[in-house]
């Protein structure tokens, strides 16, 4: 069954650092572009960082951009999200997603999508 998995999230405070993985099982990730989403408590989900299936472009929103790196490693079947200097507004559920990757990240129907992960930044 394909379908991906996110892990890495946790409590960290204010000024710290989280690396979340985005792992595929069942499909091979080097084919396609790969986006991280997030929701908080009551807000709509927001595209924040994608990468092309080669590496060779990404894209991140402006919130985001001086603090968080998208990588990937295709070997490993896998897309990292490198967060650091992590705000209190940061926390969130965050996910990953198969995505159409240029001045933002696009998901459609056949898409696949993780469960999520929790990230919480608080003291």
């Known amino acids: 069954q394909a379908r991906l998995v996110e892990s890495g999230g946790g409590l960290v405070q204010p000024g710290g650092s989280l690396r979340l993985s985005c792992q595929a099982s069942?499909?091979?990730?080097?084919?396609?572009?790969v986006g991280w989403f997030r929701q908080a408590p009551g807000k709509e989900r927001e595209a924040i960082s994608c990468i092309t299936d080669n590496g060779g472009s990404t894209w991140s929103t402006g919130s985001v951009r001086e603090r968080f790196i998208i990588t990937r490693d295709n070997q490993q079947n896998r897309v990292f999200l490198q967060m650091n200097t992590l705000k209190p507004e940061d926390t969130a559920q965050y996910y990953c997603a198969t995505v159409t990757c240029g001045f933002g990240a696009r998901t459609g129907v056949n898409d696949y999508w993780g469960q999520g992960t929790q990230v919480t930044v608080s003291t």
């Open positions: 069942g499909f091979t990730l080097y084919s396609y572009a």
